[in-house]
Every structure is written in structure tokens, then in C-alpha cells.
């Protein structure tokens, strides 16, 4: 999959101000989740579960010089830092898809004994495949 500008036009991953300027940087990043995900699976199911990850990522380089929008009608301003909540949220939406494709579900988790991460870890284990599992970790605002 190769993501570009285009890709975060849209709520809720819509980057106000961004340009096809941007495409090499955005496909940097893009490459890096990959390569960090080291998922084993079919490359087509991260196809919806990308974007998520490669917003948090830009959003998070103190390099950014674009607007993100904090909400559908609020900006931020340029060179400054985009609303925490809204990359949370983008992380989260990204997790949760993320946890579909390995059938991991709130039933799932509740009934899996040990710590989430040990719960999280015996649950991938069950469906073969690997990948980097803190990406299967929600973030929080706390």
C-alpha cells in the first residue's frame, strides 16, 4: 500500500494544510510501521489499518510544519503541537482494527488470564501469526 496526502483528507485522519509535498515523508513513515509491525500475515489486511498508525506517527514528528485539525471545525496553529486527543483517538481506532484481524475481542481479553499484555500475547499466539504487539495496545490520555 503506498499512502500519500490524499490519504489523510478526511475526518478522522484529516491533516489540514498538507500537499503532495509531503508524499516522500508520508511514505517514510509508512514503510517504518511496516517494517515495525513485523507482521507475519497477508500484507492486504493492514490495507485499512495503515493510515491510523502512519497519522499517529506524523503527527508525532516535532519536524510536522502543518495544520492538524483537533476537531471537524477547530485548527491548530502552524509549527504547533496537534491536539493529543485526536492522535489517541486515530491510535485506538487503528488498534481496534488491528485486534480484529487476530480475533481479539473484549470477550476474548476478559476471559484470557494474566495481565493484559499477557493476555494480549497469548491471544496472537493462538492464531499464528506474529506481530509487534504494542500495537495492540490502546493508548490513554492519563
Known amino acids: 500500500m503506498v499512502l500519500t496526502y490524499s490519504s489523510f483528507q478526511t475526518f478522522p485522519l484529516q491533516i489540514v494544510g498538507i500537499t503532495s509535498d509531503y508524499n516522500a515523508k508520508i511514505q517514510a513513515i509508512e514503510n517504518f510501521v511496516i517494517a515495525d ?3 507475519s500475515g497477508e500484507a492486504s489486511d493492514l490495507s485499512a489499518i495503515l493510515p491510523y498508525f502512519v497519522f499517529w506517527f506524523f503527527c ?4 510536522t510544519t502543518v495544520f492538524v485539525e483537533t476537531g471537524e471545525n477547530s485548527q491548530t496553529k502552524e509549527f504547533s503541537t496537534p491536539e493529543t486527543i485526536k492522535q489517541v483517538n486515530a491510535w485506538n481506532i487503528g488498534v481496534e482494527k488491528l485486534r480484529t484481524v487476530f480475533e481479539i475481542t473484549d470477550d476474548a481479553i476478559e476471559l484470557a488470564s494474566g495481565t493484559m499484555t499477557e493476555k494480549i500475547h497469548s491471544l496472537v499466539l493462538a492464531t499464528g501469526k506474529t506481530i509487534n504487539e504494542k500495537y495492540l495496545s490502546k493508548r490513554s490520555l492519563l
Request: glycine share 0%; charged share 15%.
Open 37 to 39: 509491525l513485523a507482521y
Open 60 to 63: 508525532n514528528d516535532t519536524n
